[in-house]
DNA sequence: TTGAGATTGTTAGATATTTAACAAAGTATG
DNA sequence: CATACTTTGTTAAATATCTAACAATCTCAA
């Protein structure tokens, strides 16, 4: 291994590129089509053009965590995939709680990816009345009010944001006050939370921008060459 | 203008590096929020500390596409937020079909955030005849089957694919039949279009992996801190 | 068992992005 | 109307990321 750990081999992953780490999971998946259609090993070569990278740069991202491959052969499929899995920590159970009955809400309780690889919900809360007490997804909607106690009672790691923007911020609070660990945050906003809880955006309305710039660009292009 | 246009006017936006590309929309919402609360001028310091970036890099970021600022002053909020719409091409209004009336599907159908940037459904398609027929907000859902006619007949610039994997990749040949100049994608799966079509994927698997990476560095670095 | 071919992990070089620095040109105030 | 202050747009330096190159070493077929 190389730049992973130190003498003593404690600070794994310091200083990992952001970079490198977006592109985890794309390798993730990658790895796991190919565990489902049961292909045995894989070369740097192939899983850049899957990804749409230079082969060098798989290699040493790769290299950043240990030497997971073997010269002349490549890369087996299943150790790679169990050891970025391990990377990525979807090897353990983690729990997550869910702020926000919503359309969007309902969607991600409803959505099976997560919990195949091992993320569960294990409560959903909601501020509207009539939205408390039905069921999503198998799960009682519980009050909002009740979010920081229940936490106490049954701590989870992961806590979702489907609320509008308004109450964004105040539900943050409140799962920090409840010792939640990560926010997935879907709301457009941009959250105050303490240095020790990690935040993850999922922007969806900048990402539609950022299609709508590209295809203004490229129009521009095609109109220019027929000039 | 610096680096924007040759030398007649009109390779616009040519060159620009992804990286800026990705944060325009964060310019674009602090800024209509800005407008909201009827703030009249911003510094690039402003905006880079609610951006969490450098004051440097927002003015070079800006400088790609033209000067909309004032030595001594900054940007007037109203003037770069119309400069900056132009720039993501959401002054004008972009017609959009979406495929898969699932969970996913609907909650996007209903995500209000981008019809008032002018970004409208104008169809919904489905292939299941339990959901063909049926009403999302307000529009009937029809069948995938006529998806490409329903395109020669009514164009739309992009299509929105929130079908589950295995069905993503058809449905964007379709799309491509029917002439749409962009994909918007939810389905986890890397599609394959023509070149001429801009593709924008949103893999929130991927984004709730990057957290869960995230997550474990941290509680590494504070078990480490703890010694 | 040997030798040709393949492919890794790593180092060094090339490229891209970010940050610092500053002249130019405005604002604001007395 | 002069002067101190502010802040842009731009150039250059610093930093980060990506790509090429290659020794090391494994595979595989004969």
Redesign the pocket.
């Known amino acids: 291994?190389?730049a992973a750990n130190n003498k003593d081999g404690k600070y794994k992953y310091k200083g990992i590129?952001?970079?490198?780490v977006k592109?985890l999971p794309g390798y993730q998946r990658l790895l796991s089509e190919l565990a489902a259609k049961e292909v045995e090993?894989?070369?740097?070569?192939?899983?850049a053009a899957k990804m749409k990278?230079?082969?060098?740069?798989?290699?040493?991202?790769?290299?950043l965590f240990?030497?997971?491959?073997?010269?002349?052969?490549?890369?087996r499929v299943s150790y790679l995939l169990s050891e970025i899995n391990k990377i990525l920590g979807i090897n353990a159970e983690t729990k997550m709680v869910l702020v926000g009955g919503g359309q969007l809400g309902r969607a991600v309780a409803n959505y099976r990816n997560f919990a195949k690889r091992g993320f569960i919900i294990e409560a959903i809360f909601d501020r509207d009345p009539r939205v408390i007490g039905r069921t999503i997804d198998n799960r009682v909607v519980r009050d909002v009010q009740e979010l920081t106690a229940y936490l106490q009672a049954e701590p989870a790691e992961i806590g979702i944001i489907c609320t509008p923007a308004s109450a964004a911020q105040e539900v943050a609070d409140q799962l920090v006050a409840g010792g939640i660990k990560g926010i997935w945050n879907f709301a457009p906003v941009a959250l105050k939370v303490p240095e020790t809880v990690c935040l993850e955006h999922v922007h969806l309305g900048e990402s539609l921008m950022i299609l709508s710039f590209k295809l203004k660009q490229k129009q521009e292009e095609l109109f220019n060459q027929k000039k």
């Open positions: 291994m190389s590129p952001l970079t490198v592109r090993r894989v070369s740097s070569r192939e899983l990278i230079n082969p060098s740069q798989v290699r040493q991202d790769l290299s240990g030497s997971f491959g073997q010269q002349g052969y490549g890369y």
